[in-house]
């Protein structure tokens, strides 16, 4: 098992910036790959940014490319994001997630583990 720990989210004006941290322990050796997703007020979770856990390569969704930035610092087993230019729009709980394997790694069903959010809102 694996457990993620987020830390980071908080309340800040358009323009702005957060940086979110996810800490994973337990058998963090099984990780392949780690995510960030966000849920809306009545909306879907969705996929925002990917790292995968060996080699460094990232993903992003389109809407935030140039904006946010994930990375990992395997010594601290622990994932971030970078948020900058931050609008209204990005307002959502954040959850980190991990998947021990590759496969569907945009869609929640994909991952195995979950942290259990932090609240992001951006005020206009």
């Known amino acids: 098992q694996v457990q993620l720990v987020e830390s980071g989210g908080g309340l800040v004006q358009a323009g702005g910036s957060l940086r979110l941290s996810c800490e994973a322990s337990?058998?963090?050796?099984?990780?392949?790959?780690m995510g960030w997703f966000s849920q809306a007020p009545g909306k879907e979770r969705e996929f925002v940014a990917g790292?995968?856990?060996?080699?460094?390569?990232?993903y992003y969704v389109d809407s935030v490319k140039g904006r946010f930035t994930i990375s990992r610092d395997k010594a601290r087993n622990t994932v971030y994001l970078q948020m900058n230019s931050l609008k209204p729009e990005d307002t959502a709980v954040y959850y980190c997630?991990?998947?021990?394997?590759?496969?569907?790694?945009?869609?929640?069903?994909?991952?195995?583990?979950w942290g259990k959010g932090t609240l992001v809102t951006v005020s206009s």
């Open positions: 997630a991990g998947s021990t394997n590759g496969g569907r790694l945009r869609a929640p069903s994909g991952m195995d583990y």
């Open positions: 337990g058998r963090t050796s099984s990780l392949f790959y």
């Open positions: 790292i995968n856990w060996t080699f460094g390569s990232t």
